[in-house]
């Protein structure tokens, strides 16, 4: 019983990956976009070394919410546009096996693109961004990210206003996430005392919606 | 079967649509209606000439009998989406998401009018339209997530699987708010807004002019929660006529 669900999740994660991988569209986009955002960003607040501590957080955070936000649509958009959900549904699959799958992919697409920025980011800013402090929140902000995108991204795959709807749909609900997340890497580049329990917060958002979200998620695929 | 009575032909209907005995709502929502009235048109001459100026915020704070009712009952309003949004998913009885739906825009009026009146008392007690408190920024969130779910469940139409999404959407975002408000809070926590509180008792005909405007403005939810969901039920048992009569040209 549990092996069957594990085989399903697997099996799904890697046609996705095995997809992706074919493709290379959402990943490369996603990476270019983040890189992007980081040069707007340089011309909209003007970077200068005695403020580079106090924007790079934000400006990391963003770019990887937004670059984010890109390929979850995507993902799900092109499983809705060839048709191969609803395949994927006739199939008696666990639907969280299916949630599960595709959250992990998403995590898997997000990381790849986080780990090409990372030291672009770091390089080009002058900060420290590759100590050791920043994975666990960079893994557990992403993990945030996607479990509430993955969610969305699938029901607004099912309207006319995809693109539209994903980040209005999106960005209320991940605010804990961006909250902590920007913080905590501030508090990485300045650190300072008193420091209220960032990680912790990241964490306890990730479970509960974990939860919540692997368990609804039928009733968002299903019409 | 409900709807033979109104000399309707035979109309799809999926399940939940069970024949109801819905005849006491306008009633109720009429006395209720009534009672809201009544009890605003009390409280407005309580809040400018029976309340006392208060000392610290003068005039200005005269707001705050408006205010705080309305900001609870949007508040309120998004459990009473969320729990009905629960309920569809167990009963799947489509009176249940009628609710949900109703409660939600309700909720969305009240929480734009919590945010404009906050920003007209922010304004002369502040001298700022907006900050980034704790309590502001959790309703600005709130009222995306209220404006969020109302742009879905218009794009989706009315469909089961809007109904879904809405249901979703009610769900995660009642699980959110506690959360979001208390990331808001550590992060303002560094850095204490000037914040214009009154501790200690309130006075006695302040408390008294409160809870007038508190029952008015429960009872105005009231009154519209019975109004919005029978037109959610009109509208839905109007675009399902219509699906049988586009079905009876085209076929």
């Known amino acids: ?223 | 079967m409900a709807l033979a009575n109104k000399a309707t032909t035979e109309v799809p209907q999926r399940q939940g649509t069970r024949p109801t005995r819905q005849r006491s709502l306008p009633i109720i929502s009429l006395v209720l209606g009534v009672l809201a009235f009544a009890s605003i048109m009390i409280a407005i001459p309580m809040a400018f000439l029976y309340a006392q100026t208060d000392v610290v915020q003068g005039p200005a704070q005269r707001i705050f009998y408006f205010h705080v009712p309305v900001a609870a009952i949007g508040m309120f309003a998004f459990v009473v989406m969320a729990v009905a949004s629960i309920m569809y998913l167990w009963k799947r009885d489509e009176r249940w998401d009628w609710a949900a739906r109703a409660s939600a825009e309700i909720g969305t009026v009240f929480i734009t009018l919590t945010l404009i009146t906050g920003s007209i008392w922010g304004r002369t007690t502040w001298g700022t339209w907006w900050s980034w408190d704790p309590k502001l920024t959790a309703s600005l969130v709130l009222w995306f997530m209220y404006v969020g779910y109302l742009m879905v469940r218009s794009y989706m139409g009315r469909t089961s699987a809007s109904a879904n999404a809405g249901a979703v959407i009610a769900i995660i975002g009642v699980f959110d708010v506690p959360i979001i408000y208390e990331a808001v809070n550590l992060w303002r926590g560094l850095h204490p807004a000037a914040q214009v509180g009154v501790a200690g008792a309130l006075p006695s005909d302040v408390v008294l002019t409160l809870l007038v405007a508190f029952a008015g403005f429960a009872l105005l939810y009231g009154f519209l929660m019975i109004q919005l969901y029978q037109l959610q039920k009109v509208q839905t048992l109007a675009q399902r006529l219509r699906a049988t009569v586009e079905y009876d040209i085209y076929v």
């Not at chain 1, 092996?3 to 095995?18: G, H, S």
């Open chain 1, 1 to 223: 019983m549990k092996r069957v669900f594990f085989e399903q999740m697997w099996a799904i994660l890697a046609k996705d990956v095995r997809y992706e991988l074919r493709s290379k569209q959402t990943w490369t986009s996603m990476g270019m976009f983040a890189l992007l955002v980081l040069v707007i960003f340089n011309f909209a607040f003007d970077l200068h070394t005695e403020n580079t501590n106090a924007v790079a957080p934000g400006a990391l955070w963003v770019a990887f919410i937004f670059a984010s936000l890109l390929g979850l649509g995507r993902t799900i958009a092109a499983e809705r546009e060839q048709g191969s959900m609803d395949r994927l549904l006739l199939c008696p699959v666990d639907r969280k096996a299916i949630y599960l799958a595709k959250l992990l992919g998403n995590v898997l697409f997000i990381s790849v693109v986080e780990i090409v920025a990372l030291p672009v980011y770091a390089a080009l800013f002058g900060v420290p961004l590759l100590a050791g402090g920043l994975i666990p929140i960079v893994l557990l902000g992403t993990l945030g990210i996607a479990i509430i995108g993955t969610l969305f991204a699938t029901m607004a795959a099912a309207t006319r206003a995809r693109e539209l709807l994903l980040p209005i749909l999106v960005f209320p609900l991940i605010v804990p996430v961006v909250i902590a997340a920007v913080r905590a890497t501030e508090a990485l580049l300045v650190p300072t005392a008193n420091e209220p329990p960032w990680i912790g917060l990241i964490i306890a958002f990730d479970i509960i919606f974990l939860c919540v979200s692997t368990l609804t998620f039928q009733y968002v695929i299903e019409e």
